[in-house]
């Protein structure tokens, strides 16, 4: 268990309780709907404390540190998909974090309070048609009138966002400033006037999960919505980047050996050539190379939470982590599939369902290649920055 003290192991008690009794039971027809009652399974969490666990208690949050988050995140993958537990996530770990620590008092109030209970749904608008894991690029704008900002732009592939409440939006601020000084984050209520819903997108995995194309044509909001200083979001950005990633490391573990466990006794029970498949060396072998992957995996998650809750920065060891577990999904997912013989092209077998879904793990959050540059920079590696 690493780093996991009783209590955190009573949050994973309760939290996979929660999701045996009143998530599971639904997974298959949300998958088949394309989406989840996003609304209502956030209340089952919030009421619980879920959706606060490392936010202030003075907004309803439990006030702890952040590997009881890390235990929650990997408790959630035994969630039977992948859209539910993505959609937790990015209420926790990506739309609230700059929210919970640099919003005002009143900010935290409106809008941090009520995602922590599950009263509010929240996304998080970062990325667009030309700028995925590329910030830096984007082009919506905010120009201020008044007290107000009016905002101008599109996001794209934004989780939650056809039924969020709001949406913390990285904007422009600054049309003179350097790329990295002149964004910010701004709480956008998504009922406001101009917010068009456009498109829900048709995606290869992650079917539960709400993903949209959404316009904001000469949306008016109070700048008082600006969550800390002006053209400071960049860098609360790239901040709340760090928990996402290791929120992705600790969320995909359950899931790597979950696979592996249920390729075990598919193949222990199916008779090829009279004797189980298991009976193969080269797939017991194999079995043995992959738990060892995933338990390395984790001693490198155990390390990013001892560093991080001590107040060190972790960008490097969580970029790895992020790397890793995007890579060791496509790579576990596929050679476990591959055991499962025709069944595993099935839609109805569950390591279908987690080939598709995991997927996404070396995209979303910062590609593959974004981390490498990140753990290249740390190393001192990178052309042309040498020295």
Known sequence: MGVYTHEHLEIQRSARKLIEEEINPHVDDWEAEGAFPAHEVFRKFGDMGFLGI???????????????????????????????????????????????????????????????????????????????????????????????????????????????????????????????????????????????????????????????????????????????????????QMQQFQEERMWAIASGITGLQKAIDQTIEYTGQRMVFGKPLLDNQVIHFRMAELQTEVELLRSLMDRCIEEYTAGRDVTRLASMGKLKIGRLKREVYDSCLQYWGGMGYMNETPISRMYRDGRLASIGGGADEVMLSIICKSMNILPGKRG
């Open 54 to 236: 490392h936010k202030p208690e003075e907004y309803g949050g439990l006030g702890l540190d952040y590997s009881y988050n890390l235990a929650f995140a990997e408790a959630l993958g035994s969630i039977n998909c992948g859209g539910v537990p993505m959609a937790l996530g990015v209420q926790t770990d990506m739309a609230t974090p700059a929210l919970s620590n640099h919003g005002s008092d009143e900010l935290r109030r409106e809008f941090l309070a009520p995602a922590i209970a599950g009263e509010m749904v929240a996304c998080i608008g970062v990325s667009e048609p030309g700028a995925g894991s590329d910030v830096a690029s984007l082009k919506s704008w905010a120009r201020k009138d008044g007290d107000d900002y009016i905002i101008n732009g599109q996001k794209m592939w934004i989780t939650n966002s056809f039924q969020a409440d709001y949406m913390v939006m990285l904007v422009n601020t600054d049309p003179d400033g350097a790329v990295h000084r002149n964004k910010s984050l701004v709480v956008v209520p998504m009922d406001s006037p101009g917010v068009t819903r456009a498109k829900k997108l048709d995606k290869m995995g992650m079917h539960s999960s709400d993903t949209g194309l959404i316009f904001f044509e000469d949306v008016r909001v109070p700048q008082r919505h600006r969550i800390g200083d002006e053209n400071k979001g960049f860098t609360y």
